[in-house]
């Protein structure tokens, strides 16, 4: 067997990766807590109001944590269900649970539920170390058969998460659990981004989640051992949640609850933050934000770790023009970027072609500026793919405002060259339904998350998956690129197997990158230790409530 070395915080040395989070920090949002700016593209100015990122509109808070109090917090859209393994809607019950590990800003993983790990040299064998006495909410010991069977979950079902962890975590070949605080991990292929599903798959607990032993879906009362423990769900209206008293961490949430109020208006979501009905929303419109922002009463806290606005385009669909990859280039060359930057996101944002973050070593600068504005050369690209009078649904989710804005200036450009796009508002059920099931015929309007972690995480991406696809794109050229991308652990192998991967989507358009933008929440002035974590999620495991 391969010697083994002992490491807690060492992403370098785990994923032999230079620099994966160079220039990233956290950023000393007043009144909460978000991520620093990373390296961004620039973008030009435009005459609207800006969002400035990372910029927060109040002094820094004053006084220690304190607990007492719940938080009212204020979302849009409905959960497609109560599965903690799904990542749509999941900001909603995310307290529920904990992961293996949390990465820090630099993308170390610090300890969580495994407090240490051993790996060998070619990462073929990882062994987590499970901190002992974390409990679930049903009081049970958290054990490593707890972590096998949720692994076991999503290797045996690729529905779950719309594919996405079934792909994420293909590499894994086996798990053995030699006692109740430690499970090894092996895999047949180097397996560098290891570390990332680890720090995004949430743990569920088995005993709730089976039938007779078989995994089914958690629909109805999720349990988790993290900071909060589930109350109650109103589908359309609400979600409780109450501070889990036996919680691993001491002293930790300082919070008694939670109490999420879920909006399909985002116009009522922003009064009734204002009116001090709500402590927090999560993603009000830009617009919206914008004016928070400039009117400087309010916390802006902005998400520099998120990933990109894209466009999906169906291939499954004998027959359809977005099957044709001429035709997909010319929808690159007509998306006016700098415009739904300047006007949709205003400023919040850049635009580039790439679902990479700047500090990923896969990105690259001038790869990201590969299609520009040109309707020129996207009607002569549409006449020379030989698609004629061509009509297709742009399907996106109601409560998105920005994906409507974001469609609508798309919608004519390409009117101008003889392409009909009908705009297809859904509510966010139908449209997870679409997206993950891959209903759509046309078009899906969305994101793409996680372009800051390893580039082998596209794999695990349904935007970019050779696995599991929501494009329908098939390929056994981008199945082996994919392979590499996942698998190359060699830093000097590592940039050509990054720039032909990168390469190859930017080619294939089967999924289009529109623009880097920013999740955000803004809270009132007596909110504090809201943060947003690496995954990308709003976390308020350290938020606390003044008197």
């Known amino acids: 067997m391969e010697p083994v070395t002992r490491s807690v915080v060492n992403r370098r040395g785990l994923l032999r990766l230079a620099a994966v989070g160079a220039g990233i920090a956290l950023l000393a949002a007043c009144q909460s807590v978000a991520p620093a700016t990373s390296p961004t593209r620039p973008a030009t100015a435009p005459a609207t109001a800006q969002l400035t990122p990372g910029a927060s509109s109040t002094k820094p808070a004053a006084g220690q944590p304190r607990s007492g109090g719940t938080l009212r917090l204020g979302v849009l859209g409905d959960l497609p269900n109560m599965d903690g393994h799904w990542i749509q809607g999941l900001s909603t019950i995310y307290h529920v649970f904990d992961r293996l590990v949390e990465y820090d800003p630099k993308l170390n993983p610090q300890p969580s539920l495994a407090q240490s790990w051993d790996v060998n040299k070619d990462f073929t064998q990882i062994t987590l170390h499970l901190r002992p006495g ?121 919070l008694d609850g939670i109490d999420i109020k879920i909006f399909s208006d985002p116009q009522a979501l922003v009064t009734q933050l204002e009116s001090g009905a709500l402590d927090a929303a999560i993603n009000p419109t830009y617009r919206d934000t914008a004016r928070l922002l400039k009117d400087g009463k309010l916390p802006v806290a902005l998400n520099d770790y998120t990933g990109a606005r ?51 070593p896969a990105y690259d600068a001038a790869k990201d500026k590969t299609y520009s504005f040109d309707l020129d050369k996207a009607k002569a690209l549409v006449t020379s793919s030989g698609v004629s009078g061509a009509e297709f649904d742009a399907v996106y989710s109601v409560v998105a405002a920005d994906y409507a804005q974001l469609a609508q200036i798309v919608q004519a450009d390409l009117a101008k060259i003889g392409v009909k796009l009908n705009l297809k508002a859904v509510e966010p059920v139908q449209a997870a339904d679409q997206l993950f099931n891959s209903k759509f015929t046309g078009w899906y309007i969305g994101r793409s998350i996680f372009g800051q972690l390893h580039p082998g995480f ?90």
């Open 134 to 254: 974390v409990k679930w909410h049903t009081g049970r010991d958290f054990t490593s058969d707890d972590v096998k069977w949720n692994y076991a979950r999503l290797k045996m079902d690729p529905k779950v998460n719309g594919g996405g962890h079934f792909s994420l975590i293909k590499p894994l070949s086996s798990m053995e659990t030699p006692d109740k605080n430690t499970i090894v991990f092996k895999a047949d292929q180097p397996w560098p981004g290891v570390f990332d599903p680890f720090s995004l798959i949430n743990m569920l607990d088995p005993e709730t989640g089976t039938d007779n032993g078989t995994p089914r879906p958690i629909n109805s009362k999720p349990v988790g051992t993290g900071p909060f423990t589930f109350v109650e769900y109103a589908q359309g209206d609400h979600i409780t949640l109450k501070r889990n008293p036996a919680y691993w961490q001491s002293g930790k949430p300082y």
């Open 458 to 547: 596209l794999q695990g991406n349904p935007n970019f998956s050779s696995e599991v696809n929501w494009a329908g794109f098939k390929s056994d050229d981008f199945v082996a690129l994919s392979d590499a991308l996942v698998h190359e652990a060699d830093p000097a192998k590592q940039p050509q197997v990054f720039a032909a991967w990168r390469d190859y989507v930017l080619d294939q358009s089967f999924t289009m990158v529109v623009t880097a933008a920013k999740d955000r929440v803004v809270s009132n002035p007596n909110v504090h230790g809201l943060r947003w974590n690496l995954d990308e999620m709003m976390q308020a495991n350290d938020a606390w409530l003044d008197a």
């Open 310 to 360: 894209t466009v999906i385009l169906q291939q499954s669909k004998p027959g359809g023009p977005t099957a044709n990859k001429q035709f997909r280039q010319a929808m690159q060359y007509a998306i006016d970027r700098q415009r739904i930057v300047d006007n949709v996101y205003l400023g919040v944002g850049a635009v580039g072609n790439l679902p990479f973050a700047p500090s990923n």
